[in-house]
């Protein structure tokens, strides 16, 4: 399974953008997909993620502003990013998880819980 991510790009502060993570085989494979970025001399954070069953999780730095949701039958899970601000400039990856976020397991948290990663899209908001 590959992870293909879009929708990146250059907007002010304050706009909006939809990444989309989507998937060559069936994304419901994944028990959960993530949505993580990498500022600059900054480690890879977790951003919010999505469970086959619909629960989700937010970093506190994003909750109420962004939404994280998917569509099985397009394969694809979307970043809806709105009231963007310099700070969330960054590459954004998505990835998915085989274990994690199943039954009887945790939200995956940690980058070494996600199976499969995409290229990153990069997210520049300009002040």
């Known amino acids: 399974v590959q992870l293909q991510a879009s929708g990146g790009g250059l907007v002010q502060v304050g706009g909006s953008l939809r990444l989309s993570c989507a998937a060559s085989?069936?994304?419901?494979?994944?028990?959960?997909v993530g949505w993580y970025r990498q500022a600059p001399g900054k480690e890879r954070e977790l951003v919010a993620e999505?469970?086959?069953?619909?629960?989700?999780n937010y970093a506190d730095s994003v909750k109420g502003r962004f939404t994280i949701s998917r569509d099985d039958a397009k394969d694809t899970v979307f970043l809806q990013m709105n009231s963007l601000k310099p700070e969330d400039t960054a590459v954004y990856y998505c990835?998915?998880?085989?274990?994690?976020?199943?039954?009887?397991?945790?939200?995956?948290?940690?980058?070494?819980?996600?199976?499969?990663w995409g290229q990153g899209t990069l997210v520049t908001v300009s002040s």
């Open positions: 999505i469970t086959r069953s619909l629960t989700t």
């Open positions: 085989d069936s994304i419901a494979s994944f028990r959960a």
């Open positions: 990835a998915g998880a085989y274990i994690y976020g199943g039954v009887g397991y945790p939200m995956p948290t940690e980058t070494y819980q996600y199976d499969f």
